[in-house]
């Protein structure tokens, strides 16, 4: 299996309670790397971009405000197969389904405050990780 790189985010109701190395903690037990890594307060352009794909649902508004409501630490995790990995290690969207473990089993309040954001493929990740990251920020 090839190295991959996902993109992550721990979002504002994390930062808000002191998690970020607490969730660091859970994807470096993973066996995946932290090769990019800053702290940022998301502007409303950058939320409605990333979140583009969502426009049309019902929470687009609610999940814009939630993002800007706080700092965010955007990272790129590499490691083999990360992109699944990573997905595994968050576990389920909604924390009420999330398997013992996971970060948001762990940590997370709701489906919308739901403590981290993990790419849902390696073609994704790479579209995330260039809308928030230039190349010599991150070190393998
Ligand atoms: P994320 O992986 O960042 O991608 C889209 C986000 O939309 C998702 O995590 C959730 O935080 C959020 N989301 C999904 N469903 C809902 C919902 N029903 N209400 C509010 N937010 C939601």
Excluded: C
Excluded at 14 to 30: C, D, F, H, P, S
Excluded at 126 to 138: K, L, R, T
Aim: aromatic letters at 6%.
């Amino acid at each position: 299996m090839a190295i991959e790189r996902t993109f992550s985010i721990i979002k504002p109701d994390a930062t808000a309670r002191n998690l970020t190395g607490a969730v660091n903690a859970l994807i470096e037990k993973a066996g995946l790397r932290i090769v990019g890594q800053k702290r940022i307060h998301m502007t409303r352009a950058q939320a409605e971009a990333f979140y583009a794909v969502h426009k049309a649902r019902p929470f687009f508004g609610e999940l814009v405000e939630f993002m800007t409501s706080g700092p965010v630490v955007v990272q790129v995790l590499e490691g083999e197969n990360a992109v699944l990995k990573y997905r595994e290690v968050m576990g389920a969207t909604d924390p009420s389904k999330a398997a013992e473990g996971t970060i948001r089993k762990a940590h997370a309040k709701s489906i919308g405050e739901n403590s981290v954001h993990g790419s849902d493929a390696a073609e994704t990740a790479a579209i995330e990780i260039a809308q928030f990251f230039s190349g010599n920020e991150i070190i393998g």
